[in-house]
Structure formats: structure tokens, C-alpha cells
């Protein structure tokens, strides 16, 4: 007990989470799943608008992902695929969490996801229903075979991010049972616990972000109204 007091009374709070990247995490969350439930229940007026909210984040995190802070950078989180192995043949080693943002496998599975969503949302652009009632805005630009291709890979790529969050969430319940690593108290704070001597990530600034997603929501209601 008195060694374990000892590692953690050097612990300190440390911001490893910018607000953007949070609400971001969360908002995608709640509108992921509503999106494909408006489908299966044939709300397609709400699966559109869904869609669009949704396309709206996606440019915004891509361009957080280059401009943003620390944490959130493709070229911070993103190593080689042979270091996210190495990570992956260490899971069963318990041992303090001291990772400023995410692992080395947790920052390819981000990027899966994030290509994921990508390909979802560009053949929905151009995907339809197969009744002719509804079809994406693109639709009418690229013909039919090309508007009933999308459709299929739009099908597809759905039940594959579907795969890839539950991997994402069974990957969050195995870091807290067999590491006893709290993946989602930083995501929803900001803040982490970290030894002192951990070098803080650098915080880009809020109103970025803010004009960032103003111009990746005007984008995105351009492409709903005018495309």
C-alpha cells in the first residue's frame, strides 16, 4: 500500500482532451446511431438531415486533425501499423495508465472509423432507396448504375462501421477490466491523471475550431440544398 501511494501521489491532473474533440467524440455518439435508426424505421427526411449533422463533424475532424491540438493531430496519434501490433501483444500486461492520448492501436482504430464514416457519407451522397421516392443530392448527377452502386457500398460500409464501434466499445470495456484503464472519464472531462513529469499537449484554440465547424457546416448545407 505504501508503494502504491508512493507512485500516485506524483499523479497530476493534466488537460490531454480539448473541448472540440470531446464534443465531437460525443456528439457522433448520439447522432451515428440515430441516423441509422431514422433508416430502418423509413424516417428518410430524418436520415437526410442526420446525415448531413453527421457530414458537417467528419470535415471538421479531418481538418482538427491536421490543425488542431495535440491530441487530436493524425501526425501525433498516428504510428506505424507494426507499433499498434507491438501495443496489441502488451494488453494483457497490467500496468499504470500513463498514455497522454491515444495508443498506438487505438489511434488506427480513429482512423478506421474515420474512413468509415467517410465512405458511408460519400456513397450516401449518392446513394437511393430503390423506390425512387428518395435519393442522395449527388444522385441525379452521377446515373443510375453509379446512384445504385453507391447504395450497395453505402449498405455495406454501414453494417463495417457498425463492426468497427462495437470492436471500439468491447475495446474500451477490456482496457477497464484487464488494465483498469479508464478510457472514458478523460473523453468526457478533458482531464487525466498523469506523472508530473508528463509533458503537457499543446491546446489549440477554441474559437479555430468554432470557425472551423461554421465552415464545415456551411459545406455540408451547401451540399443539402444546392449540389
Known amino acids: 500500500m505504501a508503494r502504491r501511494a508512493r507512485q500516485t501521489q506524483f499523479l497530476l491532473p493534466m488537460r490531454v482532451w480539448d473541448a472540440p474533440t470531446r464534443l465531437f467524440h460525443w456528439l457522433l455518439v448520439v447522432l451515428l446511431p440515430a441516423c441509422f ?5 423509413g424516417w428518410m427526411d430524418w436520415h437526410l438531415r442526420l446525415g448531413y449533422a ?8 479531418i481538418a482538427w486533425g491536421f490543425v488542431g491540438s495535440d491530441t487530436a493531430r ?3 496519434f498516428l504510428t506505424s501499423p507494426l507499433a499498434g501490433l507491438r501495443h496489441l501483444a502488451t494488453f494483457r500486461v497490467r500496468e499504470p495508465d500513463t498514455q497522454v492520448g491515444h495508443n498506438a492501436a487505438g489511434g488506427w482504430m480513429v482512423l478506421v472509423m474515420l474512413l468509415l464514416i467517410g465512405v458511408e457519407l460519400g456513397s450516401g451522397l449518392g446513394a437511393n432507396d ?13 446515373g443510375e448504375h453509379a446512384s445504385d452502386l453507391l447504395t450497395v457500398i453505402h449498405a455495406t460500409t454501414k453494417l463495417l462501421l457498425i463492426v468497427a464501434v462495437g470492436l471500439h466499445v468491447l475495446a474500451i470495456v477490456l482496457y477497464a477490466v484487464v488494465k483498469r484503464h479508464d478510457l472514458v472519464r478523460p473523453m468526457l472531462t ?38
Open 37 to 41: 435508426l431514422a433508416a430502418e424505421l
Open 54 to 61: 453527421v457530414l458537417a463533424l467528419f470535415l471538421f475532424r
Open 74 to 76: 493524425f501526425g501525433r
Open 130 to 142: 430503390g423506390l425512387g421516392v428518395y435519393e442522395g443530392p449527388l444522385a441525379r448527377h452521377v
Open 190 to 227: 478533458g482531464k487525466k491523471r498523469l506523472p508530473a513529469a508528463t509533458r503537457a499537449p499543446r491546446m489549440a484554440s477554441s474559437l479555430l475550431a468554432l470557425l472551423l465547424f461554421a465552415l464545415a457546416a456551411a459545406v455540408a448545407v451547401v451540399v443539402a440544398t444546392r449540389v
